[in-house]
């Protein structure tokens, strides 16, 4: 009986979520008194072996299997994997490849699947926590079945850290290649630009409460009393107001300001981690519960359409 | 050809809802009902698609109770041809659907319509679990793509030439054998209003209602290991100064505190 942690890596490097899955996995393994395994497919699996030997982990398998993630690759794998070793957990990254393969998977092996998860409990029932309603409430899903899926939600648990001595298990797995249907045929930078907005040291943000385009003016004119750089939200950008180089997220910047000010966002997983960084964080939202409050230091529950026109008057 | 677009109504909740000890949902009075974001660009890029593609045809499907019809309007109105709308006594009961059943369900469809081509969202924004489109594509054993911010299908060729939007800014450019289950994301096209002339016209289109009995299923598709036992508002970890008073004492206090730090001089 295992857990077995499916690990992450694009162009040579291991992605965060791949430490943290290591430390989930060990508190889930822990939970239900087994041992920790984590795969590594494709890329520099040696490598990634050696750096993803850190405590808690009993074995790593390696699989090579191309360079670069394929779903039709990873799921033949993982499958093989599962099939050898009879995890009673798998457990993927809630990454943009973890949603391409973990469904996928889940369905093939037919295991229940719970994604984005954010805590685990096996105390009583099996259990995984996660969010619903744009995180404005928490839920519980008891989880009765003796194998399961489980995606967690990056950024929630603490990279591993201490040195492991896990065994190595190396594997050679024949891919079926007429099940490879999709190629990967290269990789695209976005957002260039101008302007950078991961160099400002206050960003002042602008969020989906603006409503419409004219308004941006009023977000605008407070940046420049205030000598900032104008960034956004991502609906912003989707709906072509500002251009990709202003997005703070997940998929835009990922930024570090000395001060940020969040106006009219919500302060959704994938807007946060582009801004968690930042030293001093100030949110201007009507919802008092919005979830950028967990991050703030500042805030006016207010309307941002009176606040936010007395506070550029004040500079100008 | 054939496209078919997942369509959900998805629930948000007010600002001021409450969630009382033991509920397993917020109550109907404190949820405002809606296309869900990510359906609204797939609807848009299946009606782009049949634009520019002669004899295609753009079915969208909802798993969803009477209510939702007015959503599925919404899409008719934006150049969806016809809709299938699910709805049951047994999906009445459930408090929880997990992917797999609604994977099911949907595979139920697909063998009946027999489309070249499923969009769904990444996710609804209610529940966001994110995985229904792969779980379906590979039921159906259809290929797929997570995650597409940008599609150029190319019919003849049977390929759908996508991006992929990756974390970081990174976009990862693949090529898609049909037919496939495509999950969009926001930004891929700028969704239309509805013309009046596309309102009007919805309302003489087909929403066809289907009970599970209809696609060949039982009431047990429904069953799963899976169970939603509790739902309670996250304790704050909140440690935010608000300032507090009228709008301008409001600002008066962050400019002021701005001065304190430096971000503007005087
Ligand atoms: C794969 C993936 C990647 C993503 N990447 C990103 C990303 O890089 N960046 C990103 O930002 N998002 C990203 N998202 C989207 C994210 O999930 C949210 O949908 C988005 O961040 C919401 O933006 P928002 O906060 O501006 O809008 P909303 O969540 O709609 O919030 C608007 C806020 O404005 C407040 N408000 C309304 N009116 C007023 C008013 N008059 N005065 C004051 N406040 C008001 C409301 O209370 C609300 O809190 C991604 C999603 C996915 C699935």
């Known amino acids: 009986m295992t857990v077995l942690a499916i690990s992450e890596h694009r162009r040579g490097e291991l992605r ?16 239900l008194d087994t041992d920790l395994h984590v795969a590594v497919i494709g890329g520099d699996v040696a490598e990634h072996a050696e750096e993803l030997n850190h405590e808690g982990v009993d074995v790593i398998h390696t699989v090579p299997a191309g360079e670069e993630f394929n779903h039709g690759v990873y799921t033949q794998v993982i499958d093989s994997l599962a099939t050898d070793l009879d995890p009673r957990v798998l457990l993927m990254p809630n990454s943009v490849n973890g949603l391409d393969y973990a469904p996928a998977v889940a369905n093939g092996l037919s295991l229940p699947l719970v994604t984005d998860v954010i805590g685990f409990d096996a105390s009583d029932a099996v259990s995984a926590t996660r969010e619903m309603y744009a995180s404005k409430v928490e839920t519980t899903i008891e989880i009765d079945a003796d194998r399961f899926c489980m995606t967690i939600r990056p950024n929630e648990w603490a990279k591993a850290e201490g040195a492991g001595d896990a065994e190595i298990r190396e594997h050679e797995i024949e891919i079926d290649e007429s099940r490879v249907r999709s190629t990967v045929t290269g990789f695209e930078e976005v957002g260039g630009g101008d302007v950078d907005i991961s160099d400002a040291d206050v960003l002042v943000s602008v969020g989906r409460g603006i409503e419409e385009e004219e308004n941006i003016e009023l977000i605008e004119e407070l940046a420049d009393a205030l000598g900032a750089t104008l960034s956004s939200s991502r609906p912003i950008v989707d709906a072509g107001w500002l251009p990709k180089n202003r997005q703070v997220g997940q998929s835009g910047k990922v930024v570090t300001p000395d001060v940020y000010l969040a106006i009219g966002i919500s302060g959704a997983v994938q807007h946060v981690a582009g801004m968690k960084g930042a030293d001093t964080i100030i949110a201007i939202n009507t919802d008092p519960n919005a979830p950028i409050y967990d991050l703030a230091d500042y805030g006016i529950v207010d309307d941002l359409f009176e606040v936010v026109p007395e506070l550029t008057a004040q500079f100008s | 050809m054939k496209i078919l677009v997942t369509v959900k109504e998805v629930a948000e909740a007010a600002d001021d809802f409450e969630l009382p000890d033991g509920a397993l949902d917020i109550d109907e009075r404190y949820l405002e009902y809606d296309l869900n974001e990510w359906d609204e660009y797939g609807v848009e890029e299946g009606v782009q698609i049949a634009e520019e593609n002669e004899d295609t045809e753009v079915v969208s499907v909802t798993i969803g109770p009477e209510r939702s019809e007015e959503t599925i309007r919404m899409a008719l109105a934006k150049g969806v041809d016809r809709a299938i709308r699910i ?21 139920a469809v697909v063998a009946e319509e027999d489309p070249d081509l499923v969009l769904t969202g990444v996710q609804a924004n209610d529940d966001g679990f994110g995985a229904t489109g792969i779980a379906l594509a590979d039921r159906i054993d259809f290929e797929w793509a997570a995650v597409v911010n940008h599609l150029d299908l190319d019919v003849e060729g049977g390929l759908a030439h996508v991006h992929r939007e990756l974390e970081g800014g990174v976009e990862e450019l693949t090529d898609v054998e049909l037919p496939a289950v495509l999950s969009i994301q926001t930004g891929i096209n700028e969704p239309r209003y509805a013309s009046l002339r596309g309102i009007r016209q919805a309302q003489s289109k087909e929403i066809v209602p ?4 209809d696609l060949d299923l039982d009431a047990d598709v429904t069953d799963s290991p899976l169970s939603l036992t509790s739902m309670y508002e996250p304790e704050t970890e909140s440690s935010a100064t608000v300032f507090e008073g009228s709008p301008e004492e409001e600002a008066d206090q962050l400019g002021e505190l701005l001065g304190e730090m430096g971000v503007v001089e005087g």
């Open chain 2, 210 to 213: 289907y009970e599970l009995a």
């Open chain 1, 16 to 31: 965060d979520v791949s430490f943290e899955l290591l430390t989930a996995g060990r508190e889930v393994a822990d939970a």
């Open chain 2, 87 to 107: 709805w049951d006594d047994a999906l009445e009961d459930v408090a929880f659907l997990d992917v797999e059943a609604r994977a099911r369900i949907l595979a």
